[in-house]
């Protein structure tokens, strides 16, 4: 006798007692009964919902019957076989599912079918899932595109580039579709040659997000990026291009990366500083001991940026040479003996430190240097230095860095994935009288804001991980205190479509690098009295 017999006449608890063990028990010779209450509900939410639950239940283990009610019952039911399908991966259910999705107008439908096809996984679908790239609903779109690239479909390259290339077009580029988005980490999984290529070819789309999801599905790919990325890094190609080529390089942090980078500055490729900044910060983020001798070319340069970014790199590889190098160039004297000792305390390069604090002269000239800074952080940051080398004159040397600094009443916010620019930042607003406040990517950024932390103005990178520039400054917009607040963008674009369509999300102006700490000063200056 079925345990379901006489359920109708039974009191609340003990329905739900009986329910309870057949969702247990998935005892398939009770299915009709549990067929009955579904379609036939006793009208009570609670029992009705352990109805389905049953009912989800027996169909998990009876694949038989659960594919032959694909194709009765009403919509509710059907819904559940093809969801129970799906979810327990029933492959013998793929004719039949194929042959609904085909059969159908319905976009709902169609969407719980390709739903349940992509989590059973099987190649059988794989033409199907070729033809809803076209389909009208973005979502099955969507959905689609993910499967394409699970199977790895180089069929489907042509009509995955056509999504990129359609959103680059005038009166398109504006905003990044779901299915860009989709279509370039498709063809990151896809990993083909063609694929590849036309993905790093888009390190510059004239979307900001694109950009982003490019930047992203490249860097996630790891080493395998690396020959194509190589492409770009040479003295033909054009400056944006450069500079995003040599950041994916410096976050993927392959060795092979480190061999294009170096070769890229032993050949001169691009004397631009902001190229040739992109390059030096990429290698540092590498971090071999084989970069130290790029790292150590960089210290030849003039520019104070350019510097902050070498230091940083070398910190970590700090060696006996380095600090040689170092010296050499300091006793030299001259403005470049300058830069150097001001890089090393905005990079908080202590270990560097460290070495050159034995130095005599140049040790006093360093601690001068860090003495004068503004920043607590930097004073914190040294004066833990200062703590582990020990003896008098660190000792004496620590009473002359206070705790707190008060630099104004002002705040800033500097928002870049550098974090070379970040300690630039830090100088130069500490130095104009701000209190600094720093993040990483756009995410980071809107933290702040979403704490309502008050700021003067806001200084912001144009591309970055995670969030860009343009998100960041769009959502700022959007809440409630921050629509007047000055933000000003920094970036390398040459494109002028660029600096429009940042404006539109409310940015205020722009600052291109390289700069200088003046340059800045003066361009915040024209918003913050």
């Not at 003039?302 to 070398?314: K, N, P, R």
């Not at 590889?317 to 030299?332: F, Y």
């Not at 202590?350 to 930097?378: H, P, T």
């Amino acid at each position: 006798m079925s345990i379901l017999t006489g359920f109708r006449d039974k009191s609340f608890l003990d329905k739900i007692s009986v329910l309870n063990e057949v969702a247990t028990e998935k005892d398939p010779s009770e299915l009709e009964g549990v067929l009955d209450l579904f379609q036939n509900p006793i009208g009570d939410t609670s029992v009705d919902y352990m109805v389905v639950t049953a009912l989800n239940g027996i169909l998990s283990v009876d694949e038989q019957n659960t594919v032959a009610l694909l194709g009765q019952g009403d919509r509710k039911l059907r819904t559940l076989c093809i969801r129970v399908c799906g979810e327990f991966r029933f492959k013998s259910a793929v004719p039949a599912l194929m042959k609904m999705a085909e059969g159908t107008d319905d976009t709902d439908l169609l969407f719980e079918v390709l739903t349940s096809l992509s989590k059973i996984g099987s190649p059988e679908a794989l033409d199907l899932f070729r033809t809803q790239i076209n389909n009208d609903d973005d979502l099955v779109v969507v959905m689609a595109i993910g499967m394409l690239g699970e199977f790895k479909d180089e069929k489907s390259i042509p009509d995955l580039k056509k999504f990129v290339e359609q959103n680059n077009e005038d009166g398109n580029y504006e905003v990044c579709a779901l299915t860009t988005w989709k279509a370039v980490e498709c063809l990151a999984d896809i990993g083909s040659d063609e694929a590849l290529d036309f993905i790093v070819a888009n390190l510059h789309h004239r979307n900001p997000t694109v950009r982003r999801v490019v930047t992203d599905s490249l860097t996630n790919l790891g080493g395998a990026a690396v020959p194509y990325l190589a492409k770009v890094i040479n003295p033909d190609s054009d400056k944006d291009d450069l500079i995003l080529a040599a950041n994916v390089l410096g976050f993927i942090g392959d060795k092979d990366g480190l061999d294009v980078l170096m070769d890229a500055i032993e050949k001169q490729y691009s004397s631009d500083s902001s190229v040739k900044y992109a390059i030096y910060e990429a290698i540092g983020r590498i971090g071999t001991l084989k970069a130290v001798i790029s790292l150590i070319d960089g210290l030849e340069d003039d520019d104070e940026l350019i510097h902050v970014a070498v230091l940083s790199g070398l910190d970590g590889l700090v060696n006996a040479g380095v600090i040689k190098k170092l010296v050499e160039i300091i006793s030299g004297g001259g403005s470049k003996a300058g830069k150097i000792l001001r890089a090393i305390v905005t990079s908080k390069a202590v270990n560097i430190f460290q070495g050159l604090y034995g130095e005599e002269k140049i040790g006093r000239f360093l601690m001068n240097a860090v003495a004068a800074s503004k920043d607590s952080e930097v004073h914190e940051a040294f004066r833990s230095k200062l703590a582990e080398i020990g003896g008098e004159e660190a000792e004496a040397d620590i009473a002359r860095l206070p705790e707190a600094v008060d630099v104004g009443g002002k705040r800033a916010l500097a928002v870049d994935d550098s974090k070379s620019m970040l300690a630039l930042y830090r100088s130069i607003l500490t130095n104009a009288g701000y209190e600094p406040t720093v993040a990483e990517n756009g995410q980071e950024a809107y933290a702040h804001i979403a704490l309502n932390e008050e700021f003067d103005v806001i200084v912001t990178d144009m591309n970055m991980p995670v969030m860009d520039g343009m998100e960041f400054v769009s959502k700022l917009r959007q809440t409630d205190g921050y629509a007047d607040i000055p933000v000003i963008m920094v970036t390398t674009e040459s494109e002028y479509s660029q600096q429009e369509l940042a404006r539109k999300t409310g940015v205020n102006d722009f600052i291109t690098k390289p700069f200088t700490a003046d340059q800045l000063k003066a361009k915040i200056a024209e918003y913050v009295s």
